[in-house]
């Protein structure tokens, strides 16, 4: 095994640990993406921040999300409902907790990241969009913001190879006309 995967299982044997709560009866967690956290961590490669804390910081930040989404499609007062409540809560917390480590230029910028995201998930739930564009936009906002915000804490391209292979199979959701217009803003992306 090479360092780079003995780094990505050790990452992601800290990250099931986290998974592995009470909660983890109740709640379903989304699962560990070995390609996303490869990603992740080209994309957090930098000489002067934990590379490993940013990586798990914004991995426990998007489970946070994933799990406070899901929220919509539970019943008001259901335990379902608390649970999840509590779980992305739980998972809030991993973020800071993570975020604690670093400096805190690299906390304000994923502070920002995360309203950024918070934001374009809204405008997306409430459909405050006037154009395929400003979706498809938002869209990426929404998935992506994250990586995006990795990427400026880093100083590394957030849409390596491996990004741009995971968003194109992401996209499979959208309709055909946004599925083209985020494949044509990928490559002008890439060529920029």
């Known amino acids: 095994m090479d360092q780079r995967e003995l780094h990505m299982t050790e990452i992601i044997s800290a990250l099931t640990h986290k ?11 989304p699962s560990i993406d070995r390609e996303q956290i490869s990603w992740l961590i080209d994309v957090a490669q930098n000489e002067i921040v934990d590379g490993q804390a940013l ?3 914004v991995h426990y930040a998007n489970v946070a999300l994933v799990l406070h ?11 379902e409902r608390q649970l999840l409540v509590l779980a992305g809560d739980l998972f809030s917390t991993y973020f800071f907790e993570e975020l604690a ?5 690299v906390l304000v910028t994923l502070g920002q990241t995360v309203q950024r995201v918070n934001e374009a998930k809204c405008s997306l739930h409430e459909q405050n969009y006037t154009s395929t564009e400003e979706y498809v936009l938002l869209w990426l906002t929404a998935e992506y913001g994250l990586v995006q915000g ?16 995971i968003i194109r199979n992401r996209a499979k959701v959208l309709g055909h006309e946004a599925q083209q ?3 044509s803003h990928l490559e002008q992306i890439a060529v920029a």
């Open 150 to 165: 990795l990427a400026t804490i880093s100083g590394q391209d957030w849409l390596t190879r491996e990004g741009q292979q």
């Open 101 to 105: 480590s670093l400096p805190q230029t």
């Open 19 to 29: 998974q592995t709560t009470q909660l983890a009866r109740h709640v379903d967690f």
């Open 69 to 79: 989404e899901r929220v919509r499609e539970t019943r008001r007062g259901s335990k």
């Open 55 to 57: 990586v798990k910081g």
């Open 181 to 183: 217009l985020l494949l």
